[in-house]
C-alpha cells in the first residue's frame, strides 16, 4: 500500500496518561501534516514538517503536545497528561511541498478515546 | 486569512438525481480550492482541485465544481447521485503555496434509494 498509514487506529486511555501516534507518509512526500477532527467538524490543522523541521504550530497545540519527525520519515504526535476534551481523531496528511496545487493525502486517522 | 462556509450542513437526495453541494470561500489571495469526501471509518479522499487553470474543475465518480469569483462560490455537483455517494463531504481553502489548508464545518449527503 503506497497510501498514508496511521497507527494506531484506535486508542483508549484514562485521563492523565500520555500517548502517542505514528504517522508513516507517503514515501517521496517531504511534507507532513497533523490534523485534528473532533465529531461534526472539519479538520483543524495543528502543525506540519518540511521534511524533519517543524516549521509551524497552530495555537491549538498546546503545551502537552509535541511533534517529531526525526528523520524526515515518519512522524509522531505525543499528548501527555491527556483530558477528555483531546478526545478526537487525529488526521495525518503528506504532500511535494513547493508545487503550485500541492494537495495533500489524508491517512486513515487514529481515533482517541480519552475516558 | 481564507475560510469556508459550507451551506448546508446536511442534504439527501434520491439516487439518479443531482447533487448540490454549495460552498462559499473568503481568501485575502488568489485561493487554491479543494472538495474532499469523508466515508465513515476511511480516511479523507481528494475528490477534485482547483489552482486557477480551467474554472470548471471535473474530478473522480463522476463529480466537478465550478470556481466562480464574482460569486465567491465553489458548489460541488454531479448529474446523477450513486447510493456509495452517502458521506461526509468537505470543502477546503488554501492560500497559493500556502500551508494552511481550512476546512469547512461539512456537508453530509444522504442518498436515499
Known amino acids: 500500500d503506497t497510501g498514508v498509514s496511521q497507527n494506531p487506529r484506535h486508542k483508549i486511555t484514562k485521563r492523565g496518561q500520555n500517548v502517542t501516534f505514528r504517522c508513516d507518509p507517503i514515501s517521496e512526500h517531504n511534507r507532513l501534516y497533523w490534523y485534528r477532527q473532533t465529531l461534526g467538524q472539519g479538520p483543524e490543522f495543528l502543525t506540519y514538517f518540511q521534511n524533519e523541521a517543524q516549521l509551524e504550530k497552530s495555537r491549538l497545540l498546546s503545551d502537552r503536545f509535541s511533534a517529531e519527525r526525526p528523520k524526515g520519515s515518519f512522524s509522531t504526535l505525543e499528548i501527555q497528561r491527556t483530558e477528555q476534551g483531546d478526545s478526537a481523531m487525529y488526521l495525518c496528511?503528506?504532500?511535494?511541498?513547493?508545487?503550485?496545487?500541492?494537495?495533500?493525502?489524508f491517512g486513515p486517522g487514529t481515533r482517541l478515546t480519552v475516558l | 486569512a481564507q475560510s469556508v462556509t459550507q451551506l448546508d450542513s446536511h442534504v439527501s437526495v434520491s439516487e439518479g438525481t443531482p447533487v448540490l453541494l454549495r460552498c462559499n470561500y473568503s481568501s485575502s489571495y488568489s485561493p487554491s480550492l479543494f472538495w474532499y469526501v469523508q466515508h465513515p471509518n476511511k480516511g479523507l479522499q481528494l475528490l477534485l482541485k482547483y489552482t486557477s487553470a480551467a474554472t470548471l474543475v471535473k474530478g473522480i465518480n463522476g463529480f466537478e465544481a465550478e470556481f466562480k469569483k464574482s460569486e465567491t462560490s465553489f458548489h460541488l455537483t454531479k448529474p446523477s447521485a450513486h447510493m456509495s455517494d452517502a458521506a461526509e463531504y468537505f470543502c477546503v481553502v488554501s492560500a497559493y503555496n500556502n500551508n494552511d489548508m481550512r476546512f469547512g464545518a461539512g456537508t453530509r449527503l444522504t442518498v436515499k434509494p
Open positions: 496528511a503528506s504532500s511535494l511541498g513547493g508545487l503550485a496545487g500541492a494537495w495533500e493525502f
